[in-house]
């Protein structure tokens, strides 16, 4: 049963700051991992996706790396900025045909001013 | 574009009572999840339909939850009788493609808080 844990659970830092948020699976079969975003009362935006055989993903600003023998994802964020300020998820569509999600519970992010 | 569309955004409910919650999904998308969070735990998967079958339902706490989908358009989520551990934010997510390859749109949630 795949297991995503994200650390750290909460994060604070200062607008400009390049930071990274963790995620690590127990089950390496996956078959695609993404991130999501989650601002207070709105739903998960999709980020970024990451399909098994890839290695990362870039769009902007955010940049995902995915390392399955080790079971870790990381989300890079360059030049933080208070608008990035949000909760982060992950999530594993395991191999199989299987259609669920996996979420860790997530990282929320403050970018201070 | 509409996005994924929930409804009610809140309920709030006596233990016992029904509640019935609402998803419009992307006109065009087949593919309907539904997830759930209760509070300090992960987003957790209920079911999967493609059109209006059934894919997957294993995530279903058990009987009290009934999930249609109405000719493969929108879906509701039958809760009834609540109970109290039924409270949480409950998403909806429609994808065009399986597996999410092309990513999910996710509606903005149901918070239902059974007292």
């Known amino acids: 049963k795949q297991e995503v844990t994200q650390i750290p659970a909460a994060l604070s830092v200062p607008e400009g700051e390049n930071l990274v948020l963790n995620c690590s699976f127990t089950?390496?079969?996956?078959?695609?991992l993404q991130w999501f975003r989650q601002d207070p009362g709105k739903g998960l935006t999709s980020l970024l996706l990451?399909?098994?055989?890839?290695r990362e993903q870039t769009s902007g600003r955010l940049n995902a790396s995915l390392d399955k023998s080790s079971g870790r994802s990381t989300l890079y964020i360059a030049a933080s900025q208070p608008g990035d300020s949000a909760t982060y998820l992950c999530a594993s569509i395991q191999q199989g045909g299987s259609e669920k999600l996996v979420f860790g519970k997530g990282t929320k992010l403050t970018v201070n001013p | 574009e509409a996005g994924v569309t929930q409804f009610p955004s809140h309920s709030v409910i006596e233990k016992g009572q029904t509640v019935t919650l609402r998803c419009d999904p992307i006109?065009?998308?087949?593919?309907l999840y539904w997830y759930r969070r209760v509070m300090g735990k992960e987003i957790k998967f209920l079911l999967h339909?493609?059109?209006?079958?059934?894919?997957?339902e294993s995530g279903m706490p058990n009987n009290r939850f009934l999930a249609e989908r109405t000719g493969g358009t929108y879906s509701t989520l039958k809760v009834q009788p609540a109970e109290l551990e039924d409270s949480g934010v409950y998403f909806c997510a429609s994808s065009s493609y399986r597996r999410g390859r092309l990513g999910y749109t996710f509606g903005s949630g149901t918070r239902l808080t059974v007292v």
């Open positions: 089950d390496s079969a996956i078959y695609n």
């Open positions: 006109s065009g998308h087949d593919n």
């Open positions: 339909f493609v059109k209006e079958s059934k894919q997957d």
């Open positions: 990451i399909q098994s055989s890839q």
